[in-house]
């Protein structure tokens, strides 16, 4: 049997590949705790500069996989919110993780693989992508993604997506600010690569910092957000990374 997730690094760009397309690269619970691992490595290896997510087939991913999700209905109560943590909690450490993390989504994206592709920094949307939520055609709810999904969109365009659970076009998608770029579908590696590449060659520090600030400013006011941008400003200064290269500026 073929490994669910397929990892390699090269040039700084760690890409993982959920790698399931018989099963639409449903996120099975041995994927979940894969992509934890890949991601605990791409936290504490100074060799990776970026993370690259993308699925294998014609479909980034159909969300949790339906068999086990069925045969989770006979267990407790207390193992089910810890099966539904351990998926939660990736989104979490996606958020956490002081290197950006690009997806590239093809096909659909479905469910909890909605959720993975937008819990990345970018997503890079072909445009034969759909996102939806359509747990609750299934007799489910959309537990896992309702955070994510109300901070990005909204209250009521949020509510739309998961009390219907209709699928939005890669453009629909983009316009209501899930998809950060939409590209043709035979440009989709081409231009993932691109910015893969682009972030890997940017100031680790610059990048680490700036993502954290931006996260943390949620929920503050103007006057709080100006203080920790400072913070943030003169912590920046600091560091190697900004010397080296103003000092590289200057010399032009």
Not at 49 to 72: H, N, P, Q, T, Y
């Amino acid at each position: 049997m073929s490994e669910p997730l397929l990892t390699s690094l090269d040039s700084g760009v760690f890409s993982l590949t959920l790698n399931r397309p018989a099963k639409r690269n449903a996120l099975s619970a041995e994927m979940i705790e894969l992509l934890h691992q890949a991601l605990e490595r791409a936290d504490l290896d100074a060799e990776v500069r970026v993370v690259l997510i993308r699925g294998a087939g014609k479909d980034f991913c159909a969300g949790a996989d339906l068999d086990e999700l069925l045969a989770s209905a006979g267990r407790s109560m207390d193992e089910n919110e810890a099966s539904a943590l351990r998926l939660g909690s990736l989104f979490e450490r996606i958020r956490m993780l002081p290197r950006p993390v690009v997806a590239l989504v093809q096909g659909r994206a479905l469910a909890g693989g909605a959720g993975l592709a937008t819990a990345c920094d970018l997503l890079v949307a072909a445009g034969n992508a759909q996102l939806g939520y359509p747990e609750i055609q299934r007799g489910f709810v959309p537990a896992m993604v309702a955070t994510l999904l109300r901070r990005t969109v909204g209250e009521k365009v949020a509510l739309d997506l998961i009390l219907t659970g209709r699928a939005l076009t890669a453009e629909e998608a983009r316009a209501l600010g899930l998809v950060s770029r939409v590209v043709s579908d035979a440009d989709l590696e081409r231009e993932g690569a691109a910015i893969a590449a682009r972030l890997a060659d940017s100031s680790v520090s610059a990048l680490a910092l700036t993502k954290r600030l931006f996260f943390e400013l949620e929920g503050k006011s103007f006057s709080e957000g100006i203080a920790m941008g400072a913070r943030v400003n003169a912590v920046a200064r600091s560091t190697p990374d900004f010397r080296d290269a103003v000092a590289r500026f200057l010399q032009k």
